[in-house]
């Protein structure tokens, strides 16, 4: 098998994913597709534990650490409170660059009020470029109830925010005089800090959307952009769905460096949205909920069972939604 840069494709990862020693009775959450953390169960509490590398881009790696990590706890219904990070450095970094980086930590920490309980730091042989791997830990009382709950047919999506909020700050960044020439020098500073404004975090939206009565489950969608993470979030669920392509609000105002570098922003890694399963009869209190806490919301499909597929409805055409490579990749 031809493997391309980025996840592992779905069939080969459950292949792999077998391998792995059974699960103990504690263990509500384990390794699986589509799943943003682990859950364990303890006596009063339930302790939520995620891992995730920053890969595609060096700049602020320190800041996208942490966020990337914390969100995948607060989709499980936690807020991240302790945090590890590995830090593997080229020989010809120098000594003010690491700095840097853990002051990008120390200052999102600060800004999350998350503690930093330990890691990793070496120079490395035969890398080119740093490359930084975070595990987030958050904890979620007994008496919250468990999340994710029974996500069923005819259930609604919702967007939250727009996409690919990373992959816009990504490509800015990256290739900033093509952008330039394209949006010009203001809306490219605007579109380079689109990883703080409006931000890839949805740390703060995911924690207060987990506690709303109507809540099923939430996705973090990343690698793969919103397509790969609607795939995933099915997959995690168990479930079919319809989406509409129409609904879906993507970043305005990039549309021509996309075509540029022929790059489809539905499958350009999205972290800064965020993707939430509501039980159907709660949609008018839940844009009531959002409305009232400030948070962009859209509706975008409705949830089937399994067997039913999964579809993107666009035009009059009914598209097959698969898991999907990032378009990111071609910038590079």
Known sequence: MDLNEGKLPPDLLKKILKILPPLKKEVKVGPQIGGDAGIIELENFYLIVSQDPITFTEKEIGYYGVIVNGNDVSVMGAKPT?????LFLPKNINENRIEEIFKEVKKTCKKF?????GGHTEITPNIDR????????????????????KVSKNDLLFLIKEVPIEGVSIIAKEKSEIVKNFVGEKKLKMFSNFNKKPGISIIEEANLISDFEGTL?????????????????CEFLNKGIIVFKDKINVVKGFEKVFNYFNIDPLKTISSGSLLVAIKNGYEEKF?????????????IGIFKHKKEGRYMIEDKNKLEILPSQDDISKIF
């Open 287 to 299: 844009y009531e909920f959002c409305k009232k806490n400030k948070i962009s919301v859209k509706f």
């Open 217 to 233: 489950a939430m996705h973090d969608p990343t690698e793969g952009g919103i397509i790969n993470g609607i795939w995933e979030f």
């Open 130 to 149: 740093v490359i930084f791997s975070g595990t987030m830990i958050g904890i979620r009382k007994k008496e919250k109830g468990f999340f994710p709950k």
């Open 113 to 117: 009020d998350i503690i930093v309980v």
């Open 82 to 86: 302790y945090f590890l990070f590995t």
